[in-house]
Nanobody, 127 residues
């Protein structure tokens, strides 16, 4: 069983930046795609960004140009750099691994295709 642990959340002002990190408990466990998701109270679970083993990346329209996903395989880590944060970015953010990259998964933005999930880290953006 692979465990994922997020860190880096916090409370910031609009326009500020945060960098989320997610570390996996194992290396080379066969994951082809990793992603970041978020859920705000009363809202649906939303795919934010995804990355596959070939380095292909996909973003939700709401974060394009502001968020950057990256990973460091040597450190079993996934990152999400979030710039120019807005109040509507307030949510619990989750990392996920072992997903699928294809058109049916919206290139990694569909959460039901992932097998491993972290516990989440809270991001709160005030205006």
């Amino acid at each position: 069983q692979v465990h994922l642990m997020e860190s880096g959340g916090g409370s910031v002002q609009a326009g500020d930046s945060l960098r989320l990190s997610c570390r996996a408990s194992e290396v080379d466990y066969g994951s082809h795609c990793e992603g970041w998701f978020r859920q705000a109270p009363g809202k649906e679970h939303e795919g934010v960004a995804s990355i596959d083993n070939d380095g292909r990346i996909n973003y939700a329209n709401s974060v394009k140009g502001r968020f950057t996903i990256s990973k460091d395989n040597a450190k079993n880590s996934l990152f999400l750099q979030m710039n120019n944060l807005k109040p509507e970015d307030t949510a619990m953010y989750y990392c996920a691994a072992d997903g699928l990259w294809d058109v049916y998964t919206d290139y990694g933005l569909r959460g039901d295709e992932y097998n491993y999930w972290g516990q989440g880290t809270q991001v709160t953006v005030s205006s």
